[in-house]
Nanobody, 125 residues
Framework: QVRLVESGGGSVQAGGSLRLSCAVY????????MAWFRQAPGKEREGVAG???????SYADSVKGRFTISRDNYKNSLYLQMNTLSPEDTAMYYC???????????????????WGQGTQVTVSS
């Protein structure tokens, strides 16, 4: 059974940084596309950044230049380095994975089969 476990959330002041981690359990190989999503209260879950199994990345416009997604296939882990955080980045952050076409770039929640439980990020002004 596939399981994703996020960690690294917390509270930070505007302008600060956080690094999120996601550990993947239950996959026999690394042939899956992975992404970070976030959901603020009262808003839809939105894609933040994604990466294929070879490390190619894509980002939402709102985080380009501030967030960096990366993965370590040997450790079955996904990361999100978040810099220059603002209160607008406050949300629950979710790790997601999908094995169908591990190279197709996508950031729609409907395209992901597996989800973590989320980790809260709160940015104060």
């Amino acid at each position: 059974q596939v399981r994703l476990v996020e960690s690294g959330g917390g509270s930070v002041q505007a302008g600060g940084s956080l690094r999120l981690s996601c550990a993947v359990y239950g996959y026999a190989d690394n042939r899956y596309y992975m992404a970070w999503f976030r959901q603020a209260p009262g808003k839809e879950r939105e894609g933040v950044a994604g990466t294929d199994m070879h490390g190619r990345t894509s980002y939402a416009d709102s985080v380009k230049g501030r967030f960096t997604i990366s993965r370590d296939n040997y450790k079955n882990s996904l990361y999100l380095q978040m810099n220059t955080l603002s209160p607008e980045d406050t949300a629950m952050y979710y790790c997601a994975a999908d094995p169908s076409n591990p190279f197709r770039e996508r950031l729609s929640k409907a395209d992901f089969a597996y989800w973590g439980q989320g980790t809260q990020v709160t940015v104060s002004s």
